[in-house]
Nanobody, 120 residues
Framework: VQLQASGGGSVQAGGSLRLSCVASRSIFSTFSPKHMAWYRQAPGKGRDLVASITSGRSTNYADSVIGRFTISRDNSKKTVWLQMNNLKPEDTAVYYC????????????WGQGTLVTVSS
């Protein structure tokens, strides 16, 4: 597994979770310059971009999570986080991290992701 996502779970609406994504040693040397992102895939739907962060820590968010989610990274730890506050049932999905790729071509494999379930 090149990118290991963790931190998911079941919470009630209004709750918070912090997701982590750690790069494996096999991609350590290429992690730091990468524009990274969190994606999510809700049941029966396609994979959507949630948030992205450049190597210089510039961030961008999907409209639906602005003001609730925060993406961050620590290149020394080869880790990207997604802090999710005020969770809503519509945030229920499997969350994945990978490089940000508008072309849809990814150098790294998708991991198993981490499941977030938000109940009302």
């Amino acid at each position: 597994v090149q990118l290991q996502a963790s931190g998911g779970g079941s919470v009630q609406a209004g709750g918070s979770l912090r997701l982590s994504c750690v790069a494996s040693r096999s991609i350590f040397s290429t992690f730091s310059p990468k524009h990274m992102a969190w994606y999510r895939q809700a049941p029966g739907k396609g994979r959507d971009l949630v948030a992205s962060i450049t190597s210089g820590r510039s961030t961008n968010y999907a409209d639906s999570v602005i003001g609730r989610f925060t993406i961050s990274r620590d290149n020394s730890k080869k880790t990207v986080w997604l802090q999710m506050n005020n969770l809503k049932p519509e945030d229920t999905a499997v969350y994945y991290c990978n490089e940000y790729s508008p072309s849809g071509t990814y150098a790294w494999n998708w991991g198993q992701g981490t499941l977030v379930t938000v109940s009302s």
